[in-house]
Nanobody, 123 residues
Framework: QVQPVESGGGLVQAGDSMRLSCAAS????????MGWFRQAPGQEREFVAG????????DYADDVKDRFTISRDNAKNTVYLQMDSLKPEDTGVYYC????????????????WGQGTQVTVSS
C-alpha cells in the first residue's frame, strides 16, 4: 500500500513562487512514476506534471511548461513541484498520484492518490 501525502499549499499573489511536496510511503518508491494533478472549482481534475521512475523523464501540461518544475528525491521518498510565476488560473486543489514506472496522463492510470493541498493565487 502506498499513501502519498501532499504539503506546501497556501495563498500567494500572482507572480509568486510556491513549492509543493509529496511524500509517499513504500520501499519501492524509486520504481514509481509520480504525477501532479489539479482540480479547479467546477472543473475536472487535470494533469499538471509527471516524473518517471527515471528522473530525467518529465513532462508538463502546456500551460505550466517553463513555469513549473517537477523533481524527485528517492532518498526522501519525496517528489516536488516548484511553481514559479504563479497565475490566478493556477488556483485549485493539487493532488499527488502514484503509478508504476512511466508517466501517465489520465486519472485512471494512477493507483494511489493523496488527499490534495489547496493552492490559491490572488490577482
Amino acid at each position: 500500500q502506498v499513501q502519498p501525502v501532499e504539503s506546501g499549499g497556501g495563498l500567494v499573489q500572482a507572480g509568486d513562487s510556491m513549492r509543493l511536496s509529496c511524500a509517499a510511503s513504500g520501499r519501492l518508491f524509486s520504481t514509481y512514476a509520480m504525477g501532479w494533478f489539479r482540480q479547479a472549482p467546477g472543473q475536472e481534475r487535470e494533469f499538471v506534471a509527471g516524473i518517471g521512475w527515471i528522473a530525467r523523464e518529465t513532462d508538463y501540461a502546456d500551460d505550466v511548461k517553463d513555469r513549473f518544475t517537477i523533481s524527485r528525491d528517492n532518498a526522501k521518498n519525496t517528489v516536488y513541484l516548484q511553481m514559479d510565476s504563479l497565475k490566478p488560473e493556477d488556483t485549485g486543489v493539487y493532488y499527488c498520484a502514484v503509478r508504476p514506472r512511466s508517466i501517465g496522463y489520465q486519472i485512471w492510470e494512477y493507483n494511489y492518490w493523496g488527499q490534495g493541498t489547496q493552492v490559491t493565487v490572488s490577482s
